[in-house]
């Protein structure tokens, strides 16, 4: 088994900053792909960023040059760099992890979400 643990969601002005933290642990062998995705009252679950575990990354056009995503291969843990957040940015974030385990099994993992607000 796997878990995918979120830090780092909270209250910010516009145009304010957050870090989003994600670690996994658990049965790893090797994660492929991790990405955030996030979900607002009313809209669709949307991918937010993607990073590949050798560092190609993908942006949804709405986040682009204001979020960035990163990763620490040794540490299992990916994060995502929120910038110049915007009245439209707020939605619970989740973590998700294509994740090869020591059994041989290929799973998706998700994090239990973290809110992120934007109000002044």
């Known amino acids: 088994q796997v878990q995918l643990v979120e830090s780092g969601g909270g209250l910010v002005q516009p145009g304010g900053s957050l870090r989003l933290s994600c670690a996994a642990s658990?049965?790893?062998?090797?994660?492929?792909?991790m990405g955030w995705y996030r979900q607002a009252p009313g809209k669709q679950h949307e991918l937010v960023a993607s990073?590949?575990?050798?560092?190609?990354?993908n942006y949804a056009d709405s986040v682009k040059g204001r979020f960035t995503i990163s990763r620490d291969n040794a540490k299992n843990t990916v994060y995502l760099q929120m910038n110049s957040l915007r009245p439209e940015d707020p939605a619970v974030y989740y973590c998700?992890?294509?994740?090869?385990?020591?059994?041989?099994?290929?799973?998706?993992?998700w994090g239990q979400g973290t809110q992120v607000t934007v109000s002044s």
């Open positions: 658990g049965s790893i062998f090797r994660i492929n792909i």
């Open positions: 990073i590949t575990s050798g560092g190609r990354t």
């Open positions: 998700n992890a294509d994740v090869v385990e020591y059994s041989s099994d290929y799973a998706e993992y």
